[in-house]
Every structure is written in C-alpha cells, then in structure tokens.
C-alpha cells in the first residue's frame, strides 16, 4: 500500500484568503484524487489531478475555484481559493495502487472563520 | 449516475455481536468494490477490496460479498469489539482509466462495551 502524508493537517483561514493543500506519496502512481468531506457528510470527489496536463474537474467543481498542480508522479496541490465558511471541510487526497485499490491521505481539516 | 446507500446509517450493539452492514449501488457495471473504515476527524483506512468478477473477500473478522448483477454489497463483522466503533463507507469503483469511486453515506457503528 501507499503511504501518503498531507500538510497542513489542519488549518484556521480568514474569509476570503486561499490556502494551498501538499499530498505527496512515497512511490510514483498515476493517478491521483482530491475528494471534499463536509461536515457530517460524505466523501464527494473534487478531480483527478493528472501528472503533465490540466486536472479534470466533477460536476460543480472548477478550476478558478480549487486550482490543482501535479508536477510529478509523487506530489500534487489543491488550493483552495477565496474561500467562504462553506469551504469548511476535510480535504483529502487519494492514490490508486495495484489492482485499483484506492488509498487515503489523513487529511487536512479547514476551518473558514 | 452512480448512486450508492447504506443501511442503517447508524447502528449501535453490545460488544460480541455479528452484525452485517449494507450497500446497494445503481450502476452494475462496476470495476470493483472498497470498503473503508473511518475514524472521527481521521482520514479513510481500506478494508477489503472485492474485483467485478469476486464474491466475497475475507480480512480477519471482516468479510465482504459482492452481488453486481442485483447491486449490492454487504459486510459482516464478527465478534464486535468496541475498537470497531467508526463509520464504515462503500465506494464502488467504475470502469474505465479513471478509476473513480463513488461514496455511500455510510454507517455509523456503535460497540458498547
């Protein structure tokens, strides 16, 4: 299994300030997800950050938004743009291993004041 | 759309109970199945992954069965213990390079010592 460490853990913002959210992974995988988990809710899939071109973003979610970086095979950031109280929420990124197994991040938990 | 439920969404037994977790999905046509477990403000830990073409998957106590034909999926736990208190979530995972998943809502488990 992959081991994956996110920074910040944690982290308090001011309304309308952005926050930039590290993943890195200890071996190269292609493919790499940000997921958004709301208070009380599940997890909803943001987009496939993709090493060498634009991420692909879901339905509701955009670029302008949560801009994502995928420099290499290891790393990849989610900011968090402008954001509002409503963008309090767990923010996790995720890595595909063998067989499509699917491994998780611990998660970095935004508070927007 | 893939839509995913759990039932119960909460649930809460005395310690050594068996006990069976459920998941349904809409869309068949699936790659494979996780279960994950997740602790409060934690991020998600796999469990158990079942391939398209699998039935079940054993782990431990865990064991997980895959229906794809009538879209469903269950877990059972064996001899409960309270460490197995968590929220437990189904994501099925689609076909295709992309290899989303998808999240139920999960359930909510509960072991009273």
């Known amino acids: 299994s992959a081991v994956i460490s996110q920074k910040p853990s944690r982290d308090i913002c001011q309304r309308g300030t952005s926050l930039t959210i590290q993943c890195q992974v200890d071996s190269q995988v292609t493919m790499m997800f940000w997921y958004r988990q709301q208070p009380g809710q599940s997890l909803t899939l943001i987009a496939t950050a993709n090493q060498g071109s634009e991420a692909t973003y879901e339905s509701g979610f955009v670029i302008d938004k949560f801009p994502i970086s995928r420099p290499n095979l290891t790393f990849s950031t989610l900011t968090v743009s402008n954001m509002s109280p409503e963008d309090s929420s767990i923010y996790l990124c995720?890595?595909?291993?063998?067989?499509?197994?699917?491994?998780f991040g611990p998660g970095t938990r935004l508070t927007v004041l | 759309k893939q839509e995913v439920t759990q039932i119960p969404a909460a649930l809460s037994v005395p310690e050594g109970e068996n006990l069976v977790l459920n998941c349904s999905f809409t869309?068949?046509?699936?790659?494979?199945l996780q279960w994950f477990r997740q602790d409060p403000g934690k991020g998600l830990t796999s469990l158990l992954l079942i391939q398209s073409s699998q039935r079940e998957q054993t782990s431990g106590r865990l064991n997980a069965s895959l229906d794809k034909s009538s879209g469903r999926s269950t877990l059972y736990i064996a001899a409960s213990q309270p460490g197995d208190s968590a929220t437990y979530l189904c994501a099925p995972g689609s076909r295709g390079s992309a290899s989303k998943i998808i999240f139920g809502s999960g359930t909510r488990l509960s072991i009273r010592p």
């Open positions: 995720s890595v595909t291993g063998r067989n499509n197994e699917q491994f």
């Open positions: 869309d068949s046509a699936i790659y494979n």
